[in-house]
């Protein structure tokens, strides 16, 4: 019994010391807890961080969103205090070794971020550098101790506008209206806005003086027409104006102004002109044909100067002429008119402008002198003195060998 008793007094004794330990063990685990440094993945260890590093960036904006060498623009930095703590901001700055801060001094004593509260950075800088990719460093000094640091990526892109011409006649002719279209396409990586594009010229009606296009997308194609009646041979300076960001950029376009006949128009061609007697006047008469390729409306035939035209065909008036069409006309002219008299045929084409061409008409053949007209009749007069002497000399002879 007495072996039993100590063998049960054994082993409580080294129950009781592994539980000792145990509690050791879990209570030096529990003091490790509680002395740990900050751990931001968990909540513990978020309630014993510093302040200032539950404030982070949560947005970066840049305009304009890609830059051109020598642009001037902005970065603005949001950043966030996701803690519970407010924190106090000395100092905010951006720098690179590249890209120009212009706003140096702009956040030299900041404050407080509160909360759950959010807070803008904006900088101006200038792009003064070639074509590539910068990283300029946004620092946020913190009052009491840390900071933060965090690279803006910020691109600089040459990518230029583009102003084409896409659809124009393929001549001009004076005083008729002709449409031309342009084509603005934008092959930068980022929109651009405001953009006007406006013809510069003189002599010569352009409609409309500028078009208007408030913003034009990446990738994105305008098509611009423009109505232009030229007067004379002239060049059109197009120039299109645009903002990238606050940075005001140009293209031009020059397009020239040469007259040439039009193949396409409208061409009353006047023939087969005939002219006779009628009466005190002059008939004129012929063939006016449509050999152009377009309509010859409100088309007229009358005697120019310094023809004399009297009524009843002082103007003849044909109309419509569609493109091979033909009609007859007939004029009266005075005979007091020269020998050769303009026949002029006038017509309009679909924009209401006036053209005429003029073609000869020699009516020598059917003027009747009234000069000469007395004297015509002489030679029949002697003829006729001739032939009664001769009946009379014949009668005579005959007579007179009739006595004897």
């Known amino acids: 019994m007495k072996t039993t008793s100590k063998e049960s007094l054994s082993y409580e004794r080294r129950f009781l010391l592994k539980i000792s330990i145990t509690l050791i063990i879990v209570s030096s685990m529990a003091f490790t807890a509680l002395a740990a440094p900050t751990d931001t993945s968990g909540s513990t260890a978020t309630s014993l961080s510093p302040a200032y590093t539950q404030v982070t960036v949560s947005d970066v904006t840049l305009d304009p969103r890609t830059f051109a060498t020598g642009d001037e623009g902005t970065i603005t930095v949001i950043v966030q205090n996701t803690g519970t703590q407010s924190v106090t901001i000395r100092r905010a700055t951006l720098y690179d070794k590249d890209i120009t801060l212009l706003s140096s001094t702009t956040y030299d004593s900041v404050g407080s971020i509160g909360a ?12 003064d550098v070639p074509e590539g990719i910068y990283y300029p460093v946004f620092s946020l000094e913190f009052q009491d101790t840390g900071f933060l640091r965090y690279p ?3 691109e600089v892109k040459n990518s230029p506008v583009v102003l084409s011409v896409t659809d124009k006649p393929d001549t001009f002719v004076p005083g008729k209206k002709s449409v031309v279209t342009l084509s603005l396409s934008n092959l930068r990586t980022n929109a651009i806005k405001n953009v006007i594009v406006s013809p510069n010229a003189s002599d010569i009606e352009i409609i409309p003086q500028n078009i208007v296009i ?9 098509k611009l027409p423009f109505s232009i009646t030229p007067k004379s041979p002239t060049d059109i300076d197009f120039e299109a104006v645009y903002l990238n960001g606050p940075n ?12 040439n006949n039009d193949k396409t128009q409208s061409d009353p061609v006047i023939s087969n002109i005939v002219s006779a007697p009628d009466g005190n006047h002059i008939r004129i008469t012929g063939d006016v044909t449509n050999s152009g390729l377009q309509d010859a409306k409100s088309v007229t035939v009358a005697s120019g100067s310094p023809a004399i035209p009297v009524d009843p065909f002082k103007v003849y008036a044909v109309g419509l002429l569609k493109p091979d069409d033909f009609s007859s006309f007939e004029l009266t002219v005075s005979s007091e008119s020269p020998d050769e008299v303009p026949v002029i045929v006038s017509y309009k084409d679909q924009d209401g402008n006036t053209y005429s061409r003029s073609t000869a008409a020699d009516i020598s053949a059917a003027k009747t002198p009234k000069s000469n007209s007395s004297l015509s009749y002489i030679p029949w007069i002697i003829v006729g003195i001739i032939a009664i002497i001769v009946v009379f000399v014949i009668g005579y002879q005959y007579t007179k060998r009739r006595k004897q």
């Not at 031009?252 to 040469?258: A, E, F, M, S, V």
């Open 116 to 127: 759950g509260n959010q807070m803008p950075f904006t900088f101006t800088v200038k792009a």
């Open 152 to 154: 803006v990526k910020l």
């Open 214 to 222: 408030n913003s034009l997308d990446p990738g994105q194609t305008v």
């Open 248 to 259: 005001t950029h140009q293209v031009g376009l020059i397009l020239p102004i040469q007259f």
